[in-house]
Structures are given as structure tokens and as C-alpha cells.
């Protein structure tokens, strides 16, 4: 009996749509339970000089409000110890807790926002990526990755070209907003059940803010609806207001954001604007690279740092570049601290390189597809990453020409040609990118799990993992890992909440390890329990429940704990250089969009993806997995905008104002498939990480757009900031008939376009 590589449903499928999965506010109100909120700031920088709380105090329900000095700690963050959790002196984003309240109702919250008085001087805060350098205002040191002799190769090169990457943040729009309960507990111990992908994290902020030792501190996550990054570290201020309030009060606290605070005052996936310069022959082939990356990380550091890591190290992609010189600068603003979203980095600096190529094709008036196919990682040469990791296993090249097959590549980039040739009313275009993306923390220290199995008398098994369930299905993947080691049905098997008294340090359910990392620590568990179950057998192959019931009676153990630790990776940040991944998950994409000249409205007409994902433990939740992060992809790059007030305050902070993708922006045709990879054998049954990596293959759409944009530039290299919104196309549209005196020319000596572009 196997269960692993079976579509074995999602084991919350169900309740997800009958509303039976239980949620952090689906938890019945205790009897004396209160409702936790906070006064946050109104302006972006500015100075408190006067906190009148008086009149808030008096309104009838509010219970207690609480400032920093109710804190035993205020200073705490993941990396750098920078992160205020309630203003003091200062204010450095719009949203930033000031005054936290606790309330027998929402009404009572509200009026007491409306009580609260503060005076704050206004400070000069800073907006822009550009103003933060101008100003100097960085997070943590400039870091640097390189390799060969930059200069050298400039001073030789055939083409040399410039230019800088710009693309916009994006709001998980996760469905649960951000929430935790809090039950007080006897000895000042707290009970807490949050929403996070990091319930390790969050019990220890927490006991550190409170000034408790971690033990009195138990976090529960049963599971999330979504979170994409955002729930790995801003889940811990919720949870800890809410705990600052029980530990106070002695009662149960509730704080749940609505959708417009969540997304006002938390942070989202990172601005990016890299300065890049490349050289290359005149046949297409890089022979260096340089490039400035530079991130919006906000007002405090969280992940940003370590987000930047993966950027600088996904700048290379797919392709072998001889000589590279990499920086990588965290800038400070005035926003709120911006955080983990899936990819982590790794798009803003695969996008930069694929935009690369994309011009370089455009210059020398060949195929791009060309241009991606020579420079592609080799299989014994050409091979090494800039960081001096060896790509092994390298599926690149075969991904590269079975999707040009398989999508009917070439074909259809003759009837683009000859559509935009023909068509006074629209355009297309069509691009196929690739990606190469680690699978490992990029903190070594973090690549670590633990799991607790228990068999009972019936023969049912109950498994705890430092894994979160956000939807992904990472607790259905381990299910049926442990079935299957065991040689029993899969519905024998549950996975119980994540909690921090059964599983203690672990890392956060991020960096696509989630499923390598607890599964491998729950199988290392099931194989000491069946080599103690093997002694008991002695070969007379004993029914499943009849083995575990004479286990039972020969006092034989019945439960073990589990761990794992991925080995083989090292990296050494300072020097940029080692091996921070186990090894990469890659793929292909081909996709074809078309444009209304008049209005710049994008549609998708078809996207092809392949990807080498190992040998899936879970098929079909892998294929989710794959569609979901692509058109999450397509987003961020063609829709997701947001957009603020020249003081700094969000504006786009509703479905109403920030478009995420419908089932109107989906491809009219998707095929999504993977190749059979035998040889990939370093990883837990022979599986890869399949979470973030397809979300980058949604480049491919933004390039498509690029390349239709090609066409009617008069030879120029189209101008186009992510995301490409249906205003951002009109724009360079726009500008291009300007350029062109309003009859642009084809690129590539095709027919003009028929009617002029507006």
C-alpha cells in the first residue's frame, strides 16, 4: 500500500466549502471575553508631544488602554533588533500602534479612537526608494555578491547596455486578515491561538515583550486562510497586543483586523528599483553583469534583509553569467516595514534579469527566446552560480526545449508578427522566461524540524509538526508520507494543530520548505518506531492493529519524536559566496497576451508552463499549487498597484481599489504540466518544492507585454514598469507615438501599424 504520489484530497477541502474549518474567529466568545483594537498614527514621521487618553478612559466598555509603558520590552525583530511594537517618542508610519484599547464592544473601541487626543509635531518623512538614498536612511549594511573581472569585460564587450528595473509592492490579500486570541492562564502562563505561518516566533515575542519565560507561553495555529508571507512575522503583533491585554486584565482578548486596516497597516511584498548594466557579444551571449539592487523595506527591518539575500542570489536566474558584481542596499521609508511574501525576493531579482535579455533581443534583432537558450546553464560547464554554488541536476535546457514544443513556440510567434502587421485595433505579444528558483532558508540555522508521532490502541496515528497549514496543503503531503511508511490507509492518519508545547523552536512555514523540512522529521520519527515494531514482528507479518496491540503489551513505545536537519548548505553572507540551497526547483513558461491600442487593456490569451517539481508527493495539490502561484504571479505584475496620498496613507486598501486577479484576468488557454525527472533523488521521496517557484514564471506575461509593445516602437526598447496595469500600457503607448510621430513602425522589418497608436 503507498500513499505518496496519490491525489489524495486536501484534508480541509471539505470544510473549507461547507464552512465546517474552524478559523481563528470562528472560536466561540468566552463568556468574559474582550475585543482588542489599537489607536494607531495618523501621520507618517512625526514627534508625540502630547498623549491625552482621559476622556477615552471614561467611555462606557472600554476596560483598560495600554501605551508602551505597559511593555516590559518594546524593541524586538527577526534579524534586527529595530521594531517598535508601540510608539513611544515617535511615529514612523501611518498605522503604527500608539495607544492599544480593550473593549466589551466595537462600538466602545470606536468611540474611544474618537476620545483619544494626541498633538504629534509632523517630521519629514520619506516616500521613494530615490529620497531614501539621497538621504542615506538604509536598513543593515550594502551586501555584495561577485565573481571574474566586471570592469574588464565592459572595456572588451561588443554591446553594452543599461537601464533599471522598477516594480511595485503587493498586498498578500490573504482572505483571514491578521487575528489571535488570548486566554490567561494559572502562574501568568498565556494561551494563545493565532493566525501565523510562525507560532515559535510569535511565543517568543510575546513572552519577550511581557517579560515571561518562553515556557509560560503556548501558541496554537490549527490553520490560516492564507497568508503568502505575510503571517511569518507581522502575525506576532496582533497575538502580542492580545496577549498584552489578558495578561492584564486576567480575561480573554480578541483582536481580528477588518480588510481595510489589514491592509493599511501591515507591509507587503517589496518595491524593487535596480540599477543594472550589461555586456554582451553580438551574438547574445552576457559576458558581465552589473547590478544595484535597491528595496522599499519601510519603516523597520523585519525580513527585509533576508529578502534582499534571495534577490541578489535569484539575479542570475537561469543563465551563466562569467563576471557579476551584485550589491544589494535595504532603503528605510516611511511605510509600514515590509515583509515575506511568497518568492521572497527572488522575483524582484528574476525579473531584473529577464527584462535584461528581453532588451538585449530587442537590440540585436533576434528571437528572445534565442538569447534565453544561449545563455541558459549548461550541464558540466558553464554550471557554477555567482555565489559559487554548482546548479546539479540541471533540467534548464531540456525545460527550455520542450516548452518551445510544447506551446508551439515558433508557430505562433509568426502569427503575432503577422497580426500586429494586419490589426489597426490591437496588438500581441508572446515571451517565454524561465526560472531557477533555491529551496533552503538562506539562514542556515533555520533549516531544521521536528515532528511528534503517536500510534494509539486502534491503530490510528496522530502526528504534530512545526508546520502551518495556510491552504497549501502541507498537512495532507505529510499525512501521506506517514501512511505510507507505516503501510496503512491515509484516513488513519491526522495531523493535530501546530503547537508550541509538542513542537518547540521551529522555523516558519516559508522558502517552499514546509512539506522537506516537517516531513522529513515525521518520517525520521515513523522509521524509529517501526525499527522498534520490527523487533516485536519478528517476521510473522502481524496485521497492522494486531502489531501495535502486541507493541503495546510488550511495553514496546508507541511514540517518537522526530528531527531533521538539511545538510549540505552553507553561506556565508558577508563574502557571498557557499551553497545556501539544497537544490533548485525550475521551469519554463510561454505566454501570449493581446492589447487594445485605444485603452491598453490586457488580456491573456495563453500561458504554458513546465516545470521540473521532482516526483509530487501530492499531484494534484502541487498542480493547486503551481496555477494558484502563477496567476498570484500575474498579479503582482499586471494588476496589484498600490497606490498612496502624497502624506503616505494608503489609498487602495479595499477589493474595491486594489485589483487582484479574477476569473476575467485567467489565461483562456493554461496548460500546466511538469517532466518526469528521475534523477532527482537529493530530497524527501524524491519530491521539489513547489509553493513560491511558479509564481516567477508569471514574468513571462510581463515580457509578452513587452514584446508587444516591441513591435510598434520604431525599433526602440519599450519602456514598462511593473506591474503593467492597463494605464501603464496606455502610457507607453502613448509615448511611443509620440516618438514615432503617431505611426509607429514594427520592429523587425514589419509593415507599420495600420492605424496610428493613441
Not at 492599544?100 to 518623512?125: S, Y
Not at 533552503?440 to 502551518?468: C, E, H, P, W
Request: charged content about 20%.
Amino acid at each position: 500500500m503507498t500513499a505518496v504520489g496519490k491525489n489524495i484530497p486536501h484534508d480541509s477541502a471539505r470544510g473549507y466549502v461547507t464552512g465546517e474549518a474552524i478559523y481563528v474567529d470562528d472560536t466561540p466568545f468566552a463568556r468574559n471575553e474582550l475585543l482588542v483594537d489599537f489607536f494607531w498614527s495618523p501621520i507618517a514621521h512625526g514627534r508625540i508631544r502630547a498623549l491625552d487618553t482621559t476622556a477615552a478612559c471614561k467611555v462606557p466598555g472600554v476596560v483598560g488602554l495600554y501605551t508602551f509603558r505597559d511593555l516590559q520590552h518594546n524593541l524586538f525583530g527577526p534579524i534586527i533588533k529595530d521594531e517598535i511594537l508601540i510608539a513611544e517618542s515617535e511615529v514612523t508610519f501611518i498605522g503604527q500602534p500608539i495607544v492599544v484599547i480593550a473593549a466589551e464592544t466595537r462600538e466602545a473601541i470606536a468611540a474611544a479612537k474618537k476620545a483619544i487626543k494626541i498633538d504629534i509635531e509632523k517630521l519629514d518623512p520619506i516616500f521613494t526608494i530615490e529620497e531614501a538614498k539621497r538621504r542615506k536612511q538604509f536598513i543593515g549594511p550594502t551586501r555584495r555578491i561577485a565573481r571574474g573581472d566586471v570592469n574588464a569585460a565592459f572595456a572588451s564587450a561588443d554591446h553594452v547596455l543599461e537601464g533599471t528595473w522598477i516594480n511595485g509592492g503587493q498586498d498578500h490579500f490573504y482572505l483571514e486578515s491578521q487575528a489571535a486570541i488570548a486566554w490567561p492562564g494559572e502562574f501568568r502562563a498565556l494561551n494563545v491561538l493565532s493566525s501565523t505561518q510562525n507560532p515559535s516566533e510569535v511565543q517568543e515575542v510575546i513572552a519577550h515583550v511581557l517579560g515571561l519565560p518562553i515556557n509560560k507561553v503556548v501558541v496554537t495555529t490549527k490553520r490560516m486562510g492564507g497568508a503568502f508571507g505575510g503571517k511569518e512575522c507581522q502575525a506576532t503583533h496582533p497575538a502580542a497586543l492580545a496577549a498584552l491585554v489578558a495578561q492584564n486584565t486576567g480575561r480573554p482578548a480578541r483582536i481580528v483586523y477588518n480588510k481595510d486596516d489589514d491592509m493599511r497597516v501591515t507591509g507587503g511584498r517589496h518595491p524593487f528599483q535596480n540599477d543594472w548594466k550589461v555586456a554582451f557579444t553580438r551574438d547574445g551571449v552576457l559576458t558581465a553583469l552589473k547590478v544595484d539592487l535597491y528595496s522599499d523595506g519601510g519603516a523597520y527591518a523585519d525580513l527585509s534583509p533576508a529578502v534582499m539575500g534571495r534577490a541578489m542570489t535569484h539575479v542570475d536566474n537561469a543563465y551563466y553569467i562569467p563576471n557579476v558584481e551584485i550589491t544589494g542596499t535595504v532603503c528605510r521609508t516611511n511605510y509600514p516595514p515590509n515583509t515575506a511574501f511568497r518568492g521572497f525576493g527572488g522575483p524582484q531579482g528574476v525579473a531584473t534579469i529577464e527584462n535584461i535579455l528581453q532588451e538585449m533581443a530587442i537590440v540585436l534583432h533576434r528571437d528572445p527566446i534565442e538569447i534565453r537558450m544561449k545563455n541558459c546553464y549548461g550541464i558540466d560547464d558553464r554550471n557554477i552560480t555567482p555565489y559559487g554554488q554548482v546548479v546539479k541536476n540541471n533540467m534548464l535546457p531540456r525545460l527550455f526545449r520542450e516548452i518551445v514544443e510544447r506551446a508551439d513556440y515558433h508557430r505562433r510567434v509568426a502569427a503575432v508578427a503577422e497580426f500586429n502587421a494586419e490589426s489597426p485595433t490591437h496588438l500581441r505579444g508572446i515571451a517565454c522566461t524561465a526560472v531557477k528558483f533555491g529551496i533552503s532558508f538562506n539562514t542556515k540555522f533555520l533549516n531544521q524540524a521536528n515532528a511528534l508521532v503517536n500510534i494509539y490502541l486502534d491503530g490510528s496515528v496522530q502526528v504534530s509538526t512545526g508546520a502551518t497549514e495556510m491552504g497549501q496543503g502541507v498537512n495532507t503531503k505529510i499525512r501521506q508520507l506517514v501512511a505510507d511508511e507505516f503501510g496503512i490507509d491515509v484516513e488513519q492518519v491526522v495531523l493535530m494543530p501546530t503547537s508550541t508545547e509538542k513542537n518547540n523552536n521551529t522555523s516558519a512555514t516559508a522558502a517552499s520548505s514546509g512539506a522537506d523540512l516537517n516531513g522529513s522529521a515525521a518520517v525520521d520519527a515513523c522509521r524509529k518506531i517501526k525499527a522498534r515494531l520490527a523487533a516485536v514482528d519478528l517476521g510473522r507479518k502481524l496485521p497492522w492493529r494486531d502489531l501495535i496491540s502486541a507493541a503495546y503489551h510488550d511495553r514496546v513505545s508507541l511514540g517518537e519524536r522526530g528531527f531533521y536537519s538539511t545538510q549540505g548548505i552553507d553561506w556565508d553572507i558577508d563574502k557571498g559566496c557557499g551553497t545556501p540551497f539544497l537544490y533548485f526547483t525550475q521551469g519554463t513558461a510561454v505566454s501570449e497576451v493581446e492589447i487594445d491600442r485605444f485603452t491598453g487593456m490586457m488580456r491573456i490569451l495563453r500561458c504554458d508552463l513546465l516545470m521540473d517539481i521532482g516526483k509530487p508527493i501530492n499531484p494534484g495539490i502541487d498542480r493547486g499549487q503551481i496555477t494558484g502561484a502563477f496567476i498570484q504571479g500575474v498579479g503582482w505584475l499586471t494588476t496589484e498597484e498600490k497606490r498612496w496620498t502624497p502624506d503616505g496613507d494608503l489609498l487602495t486598501h479595499s477589493p474595491t481599489t486594489y485589483k487582484i486577479p479574477n476569473i476575467q484576468d485567467l489565461p483562456e488557454i493554461f496548460n500546466a504540466d511538469w517532466i518526469v525527472n528521475e534523477a532527482n533523488t537529493i530530497n524527501l521521496r524524491s519530491s521539489k518544492a513547489v509553493g513560491e517557484p511558479p509564481l516567477l514564471l508569471a514574468i513571462s506575461v510581463f515580457m509578452a507585454v513587452k514584446n508587444a509593445l516591441s513591435y510598434v516602437s520604431n525599433g526602440a526598447i519599450p519602456k514598462l514598469s511593473a506591474p503593467a496595469t492597463g494605464e501603464e500600457i496606455l502610457m507607453r503607448l502613448t509615448e511611443i507615438s509620440r516618438w514615432s510621430g503617431g505611426l509607429p513602425a514594427a520592429v523587425g522589418g514589419l509593415k507599420p501599424a495600420a492605424t496610428p497608436v493613441v
